[in-house]
């Protein structure tokens, strides 16, 4: 299993980017797919989820309304789009693979069995 991100950038306070996670080695109808990011300084923490298997779907509050995830099933690829992006979204951005993103605690980074290498994400004020 290898997961690849990509679309990272610098962009000014209320621009967007997308970014993208390409996946080999499983298909995303039988995963999950996690989304996490990690400011200088601070912990990685969940930023959003979303299961093929069970179509749940799930966000932490300060990037709902702002953040939409999407899918590729045949380019087996997914994305996060960002829009109105602040300088507090700056950070590294995984997208981490497992089974389910696991309800109440889809953020923890332990449910989560394959991690990409990241995208840089940079938003100036």
């Known amino acids: 299993v290898q997961l690849v991100e990509s679309g990272g950038g610098l962009v000014q306070t209320g621009g967007s980017l997308r970014l993208s996670c390409a996946a080999s080695?499983?298909?995303?109808?039988?995963?999950?797919i996690g989304w996490f990011r990690q400011a200088p300084g601070k912990e990685r923490e969940g930023v959003s989820c979303?299961?093929?298997?069970?179509?749940?779907?799930y966000y932490r509050a300060d990037v709902e309304g702002r953040f939409t995830m999407s899918h590729d099933t045949g380019e087996n690829t997914a994305y996060l789009q960002m829009d109105n992006l602040k300088p507090e979204d700056t950070g590294i951005y995984h997208c981490?693979?497992?089974?389910?993103?696991?309800?109440?605690?889809?953020?923890?980074?332990?449910?989560?069995?394959?991690w990409g290498q990241g995208t840089q994400v940079t938003v100036s004020s």
């Open positions: 981490a693979a497992d089974y389910a993103c696991g309800s109440a605690d889809w953020g923890r980074l332990d449910r989560y069995g394959f």
């Open positions: 979303f299961s093929k298997t069970d179509g749940s779907e």
């Open positions: 080695g499983f298909t995303f109808d039988d995963y999950a």
